[in-house]
């Protein structure tokens, strides 16, 4: 036995070096070629001839590749966005969630742009934003989600205010099949989906996607209301009732030039807590319906000059039962559309220098206004109208001019006009620079304006004895300027430092009125300044497709000299990949949040800042690359944490956010 | 009048130089400390590395002399390298690779260019006085060889991104065709996910032809994929360069570095020597090796021209 091992040491001693010697020797070889290609990568030659150098947009931006996604385990939109430097979200006491962007955060969230695949989602004109259907959105079929903090009105106009997020779904190639996901978690949670897609010989192609997500909602307790606190006979203390239900069809077909896309949504929801202050039974109720249609054409008028000419069609439609007292229910509804059309010419004076021009127009219409109420949801009555049916009629202009003067710096100045018919012109330019001062470390500097156009609502709000419209409100406007140094110090190691000061003007505010209690006004400012640090590094070698990341901002936004209440002063992000091998990887984040103070008379001791550990299992490619699936629990360590109450519902006390939570995903491709 | 007189007398100073390098020089314009400019994208890259060394080896041995920039090396590139070309003004600058030949056909005028290590020149705009020697083998050449060993192989499938290979795909549909070969192309951009469109192609194909693409290879994991789609599918795939044997290519004919370097060399002369060389030209490799992987071939039972494996250099069996 002692000679055996003797001997099989020995074959190992002699035979491992050579052995080790020719892995070595070939992966060396491998390395070698790859960095090859990684050189030749690094000057990119477009069939138009332009030289695009990477990494030289003046823009602040996050992307999260379809890859990123699946491995943080995100169940929907709001799971991938609150990663994002800048970014946190929390919930409201009607259901839908509020997306703060650089210390900044309204109810409705409408100085945030959301569009997918380019097309802009603010579809509700009576109360703007786009958070109304697209907060939870699933994503599944998504295949990047990218967000660009900072103002964005000289190339999008309308409410590009604070930033834009730009959502890319799979498109035929991508698909090239069908592919199949479900997933089941916490609180009743399901998902499903179904993708087809296919880019036929032709020139055709067609992807389309269905999805169905349901939840019962995380049950936070509430333990009080308006009425509770004074004795009265009350639901309180009781539990939220955010159920959501939805489905959607999106389609995207294209034949040679042409395409033709669009997705139609339909969500029912109950709510968090209830549109007044007492805390509403099941009988509250939101239906959205949204869709858009698209039908677009590139022209390629010569190699260096193409025009992109769209038209289109958003509908969005609102019909919401809400509790306002025990015994009186009110049911609203509107119906919005928006059509309109873009051309847009693309111009590469040379291989360094292109510009693009355009030109918007569009009809919006609001109007099948519903207003009832009454004790019975089932039967309610006619009242007075609150909102006016209303026209506007927009165009726009816009021109953007980027130049590379030298290799290693990029000069981009833009700008766009606006004319509304209700509230007359706005004139936002852009203009920065993205300048390589030493090689892989460079200098960005930006500053841009962007407005937030006034909503219906807002202008035509009537009889209603506690808030009223205001017909001479003028857009938001905001003032930003940011700098930046980007550095990339060793292969696979990317940092950013973003310094940002904004100035927002003329916000739209309730003001104290002689007819109501409230009027919309253009009152007050609010200056918002910060630093955002990022970093991650991707490692290489045999942990290919590990990376760690994180983020960090301090921020401080100023009203009246007082930072804003309900906005934390820091916000980290911390993550960490780690493939085990090439189908199984594992995921960590960390979210620390600062306690955020309350509004000026609001006694209640600030709301304590919490620290959030996710973790997920992954496994990819599986089965013949046909099978992924993914384990993800939330709030790990069950942290007890809450979102802040307005100091409107401050005998709520606060809303206690999800515990832990389990999430499990299974994807299949055929 | 103070300025005038200090023109006049430099343009006289100038002058006289150029009448005495007449005298001096005349033989061999580039023959002199400096007149071979040699821009690098990057030295610590093998390639680039193999193919500049050999390439002064042999201007060594013609008693020519020569300048080295490496851009990587250079904080600020263009700007250094401008003040170069005029403060030394070079009588031929050859580049290795895509950076430093964009680079310096933009700052050096009327200059003699040579390039080398370039992925699919064709992509670029190649001025007068512009030769080149090509990264590719030539396909005519590729897909004959390709024949004479897999004499059943029809249809073969390329993955490419339109940024970097449009041109080299477009020209190898063309050559095949009247070898009786189907090149069944995807496009992919590198955002786009590259399983999706293996999935799609390898059913329709014999054999994948992995091209020396940037935007196809973008990393370790990518090239992996490829690999795992094809032995899913039990496809074999050919290379371009035999650092993919060990991933489980059939095949590969890999261009010679050195030899690349010496034509370069060659071509490099050949321009200064005569000042009526044709410009535009550019070689394609002269020197290969072949490799086999008999492993892959055993087991994926792929029928093989015996008579072919004379033309092999080199055969790699399982136990490597």
Redesign the interface.
């Known amino acids: 036995m002692n000679n055996y091992l003797i001997a099989l040491l020995a074959i190992v001693f002699v035979l491992s070096p050579d052995v080790y010697a020719d892995n070595v020797a070939e992966k060396n070889s491998l390395e070698k070629e790859l960095a090859y290609l990684a050189a030749e990568r690094k000057m990119l030659v477009t069939a138009s001839k332009m030289e695009e150098h990477v990494d030289k947009t003046i823009a602040t931006n996050t992307v999260f590749t379809q890859d990123d996604i699946q491995h943080i385990g995100a169940r929907n939109l709001i799971d991938v966005l609150r990663l994002v430097p800048g970014i946190g979200i929390t919930q409201t006491q009607t259901g839908w969630r509020e997306i703060e962007v650089r210390g900044v955060k309204t109810f409705l969230s409408e100085k945030v742009l959301i569009m997918l695949n380019g097309h802009p989602l603010d579809h509700n004109l009576q109360n703007a934003g786009s958070i109304w259907v697209y907060d939870d959105l699933p994503v599944d079929t998504i295949k990047r989600v990218e967000v660009v903090r900072g103002p964005g009105s000289a190339l999008y106009g309308a409410n590009a205010f604070l930033a834009v997020i730009n959502i890319i779904t799979q498109n035929a190639k991508d698909l090239n099949g069908l592919h199949t996901s479900a997933g089941w978690g916490s609180f009743d949670t399901q998902q499903y989906r179904a993708s087809w897609g296919k880019h036929f010989d032709n020139s055709a192609e067609a992807a389309l996607h269905f999805n169905f997500t349901d939840t019962n909602g995380i049950n936070s307790p509430i333990k009080a209301d308006s009425l509770s606190v004074q004795g009265l006979n009350s639901n309180a203390p009781g539990k939220s009732q955010l159920t959501e239900g939805r489905y959607d069809l999106e389609w995207n077909l294209g034949y040679k030039d042409f395409k033709f896309d669009g997705r139609y949504i339909n969500k029912k929801a109950g709510t968090f807590f209830g549109a007044a202050t007492i805390l509403s039974d099941d009988k509250t109720r939101q239906d959205y319906n949204d869709y858009f249609l698209r039908l677009s054409r590139n022209w390629k008028v010569q190699d260096n000059f193409t025009i992109d000419t769209q038209v289109y069609h958003d509908f969005y439609k609102a019909d919401n039962i809400w509790q306002f007292t025990p015994s009186y229910f009110a049911r609203t509804g509107f119906q919005d559309t928006r059509t309109g059309g873009e051309v847009q010419a693309n111009y590469h004076i040379s291989d360094t220098h292109a510009v693009i021009g355009g030109f918007s127009f569009s009809k919006e219409q609001q109007g099948n206004i519903l207003d009832l109420g009454g004790k019975d949801p089932q039967h309610l009555l006619p009242v007075p109208l609150l909102t006016a049916e209303k026209i506007r009629k927009r165009w726009g202009l816009y021109i953007e001019d980027v130049w590379d003067p030298l290799k290693n710096l990029r000069l981009t100045v833009g700008a766009r006009y606006d004319r509304y018919n209700d509230f007359g012109g706005t004139f936002n330019p852009r203009m920065g620079f993205n300048w390589e001062f030493i090689k892989d470390y460079s200098l960005k500097f930006s500053y841009g304006t962007a407005y937030r156009a006034p909503a219906f609502g807002e202008l035509a709000l009537i009889n209603n004895p506690v808030l009223l419209g205001n017909p001479t409100l003028k857009p938001e406007e905001v003032k930003t300027f940011e700098a930046g140094i980007i550095a990339r110090p060793v292969m696979g190691l990317a940092a950013q430092a973003t310094y940002y000061h904004s100035a927002i003007n003329q916000i739209i505010s309730r003001d104290p009125c002689q007819a109501a209690i409230s009027c919309y006004g253009n009152s007050g400012s609010v200056v918002a300044e910060g630093i955002e640090l990022e970093m991650r590094y991707d490692f290489g070698g045999n942990l290919q497709g590990s990376y760690i990341s994180a983020n960090n901002v301090l921020q401080h936004s100023v009203q009246l000299g007082r930072q804003l209440a309900d906005v934390p002063r820091h916000r980290t992000n911390l993550t960490a990949s780690w493939a085990f091998d090439r189908t199984w990887s594992s995921f960590a984040h960390v979210l620390i949040k600062d306690g955020t103070l309350r509004d000026l008379g609001d006694t209640r001791l600030d709301v304590p800042g919490y620290a959030l550990f996710d973790v997920g299992l992954l496994g990819k490619n599986m089965f013949g690359k046909k099978v992924d699936i993914s384990f993800n629990v939330y709030n790990l360590l069950d942290k007890r944490y809450y979102d802040p109450a307005p100091s409107s519902l401050n005998f709520v006390g606060d809303y206690q956010m999800a515990g832990r939570a389990f999430f499990g995903h299974i994807s299949l491709k055929f | 009048m103070i300025g005038v007189q200090t023109i006049s007398a430099h343009l006289k100073k100038m002058y006289f130089c150029k009448v005495l390098s007449l005298f001096f020089f005349c033989g061999a314009a580039f023959a002199q400390t400096g007149k071979v400019l040699i821009v690098n994208?990057?030295n610590?890259?093998?390639?680039?590395e193999k193919i500049a060394t050999e390439f002064k080896n042999a201007l060594q041995l013609n008693a020519y002399k020569w300048t080295e920039f490496d851009l990587?090396r250079?904080?600020?590139?263009?700007e250094e390298l401008k003040r170069l070309i005029q403060e030394d003004p070079p009588g031929l600058v050859f580049c290795l690779?895509?950076?430093a030949f964009?680079?310096a056909d933009k700052l050096a005028h009327n200059k003699k260019m040579l390039f080398s290590?370039?992925?699919n020149w064709q992509?670029?705009?190649i001025g007068e006085k512009t030769n080149g020697v090509a990264n590719e083998l030539s396909p005519m050449h590729e897909l004959s060889l390709l024949h004479y060993f897999f004499p059943s192989i029809k249809n073969i499938g390329v993955v490419y991104s339109?940024?970097?290979s449009?041109e080299y795909v477009e020209n190898l549909k063309k050559t095949a065709l009247p070898l009786g070969i189907n090149v069944i192309s995807r496009s992919n951009n590198g955002?786009?996910?590259i399983?999706?469109?293996l999935?799609?192609l390898m059913p329709k194909i014999d054999m994948f032809w992995l091209i020396?693409?940037?935007?196809v290879?973008?990393?370790?994991?990518t090239?992996?994929q490829i690999f795992?789609?094809a032995k899913?599918y039990k496809k074999p795939v050919y290379a371009y360069?035999d650092?993919?044997i060990?991933?489980g290519a059939v095949l590969s004919i890999s261009v010679d570095l050195a030899t690349i370097g010496r034509q370069a060399a060659g071509l490099a002369i050949k321009m200064d020597m005569d000042d009526k060389a044709p410009s535009g030209v550019v070689q394609t490799p002269v020197g290969s090796t072949i490799t086999l992987n008999k492993c892959v071939l055993d087991m994926l039972k792929l029928k093989f021209n015996p008579d072919a494996l004379d033309s092999v250099n080199d055969i790699v069996g399982c136990g490597?």
Do not use: C, W
């Open positions: 994208t990057d610590s890259v093998f390639r680039y990587e250079h904080i600020n590139d263009e690779g895509s950076e964009l680079l290590g370039v992925i992509r670029l705009a339109e940024s970097f449009l955002q786009d996910d399983n999706a469109v999935t799609d020396a693409d940037p935007g290879i973008s990393g370790l994991g090239m992996q795992d789609t899913q360069s650092v993919f060990g991933q490597k």
